[in-house]
C-alpha cells in the first residue's frame, strides 16, 4: 500500500476531475471536489519523493490527472459564463505552445515532456484560482495576467525544448538551463 500511496492520490484525482466533468456550473460541491484535486497535486510527488516511489508511471498519472482537472475546469468556467468563451479562447494560444513543446520532446527524446518550470506552476495556480476568484471584481484582471503568465511559460517551456540536449522534466528555468550549460 504504501509503495503505491502516491499513484493512488494520483488515480483519486483523476477520478475527480472526471467527476467534475458532470458539472454545468461552479457549485459548491464542484469547488469541493475541485479543492480536492488541487490538494491531491499538492501532496501527491512529495509523498512520492519521500517514500522513495517516484515513476515514470506517476509523472504521467499527474499529468493526466492535471489536464482533466483543467479542462473539467475550463469547460464548467466557459458553461456558466463566468468567462466569455472568445476570452477563453485566448489561452488556446499558450496551451497549444505548451503542447508543441511537449511534442518537440516526443520527436527528440521519444517521450513527451511538459517541463515543470517556476512559471508553469505560477500558471497552473492562478487557473486553479479561477473558480474561486469568480466573484471577485477584479476577474478580468486576473484573467488578462494569467494569460501573460502563460505567454511567458509556454515560449520559456519551448525554449527549453528546443535547445535541450537531453530530456529534462524538472528544469525550473530558462536561466537555469543556461547556467547549467556555461559551467
Known amino acids: 500500500m504504501k509503495k503505491h500511496l502516491a499513484n493512488i492520490i494520483t488515480g483519486s484525482r483523476t477520478v475527480m ?10 457549485t459548491t460541491p464542484f469547488l469541493i471536489i475541485y479543492l480536492l484535486c488541487g490538494i491531491t497535486d499538492l501532496i501527491d510527488g512529495p509523498i512520492a519523493r519521500k517514500t522513495n516511489n517516484t515513476s515514470e508511471l506517476g509523472a504521467k498519472l499527474d499529468s493526466l490527472g492535471d489536464t482533466l482537472t483543467y479542462l473539467a475546469m475550463g469547460k464548467t468556467v466557459v458553461l456558466s459564463h463566468i468567462i466569455p468563451v472568445k476570452t477563453a479562447v485566448w489561452f488556446l494560444i499558450p496551451l497549444t505552445a505548451m503542447l508543441v513543446s511537449g511534442l518537440i ?29 469568480i466573484h471577485l471584481s ?18 520559456e517551456m519551448l ?3 528546443i535547445s535541450a540536449t537531453e530530456p529534462s522534466p524538472d528544469t525550473k528555468s530558462l536561466y537555469q538551463m543556461k547556467k ?3 559551467k
Open 105 to 133: 520532446s516526443k520527436i527528440k527524446f521519444h517521450s513527451f515532456i511538459l517541463t515543470h518550470t517556476i512559471s508553469s506552476k505560477i500558471f497552473g495556480g492562478g487557473c486553479f484560482l479561477i473558480p474561486f476568484a
Open 159 to 161: 525554449a527549453i525544448q
Open 17 to 26: 476531475a472526471i467527476i467534475l466533468f458532470t458539472f454545468k456550473e461552479i
Open 138 to 155: 477584479t476577474l478580468s484582471v486576473h484573467i488578462v495576467l494569467l494569460w501573460l503568465v502563460g505567454m511567458v511559460c509556454a515560449f
Open 180 to 182: 547549467v550549460k556555461i
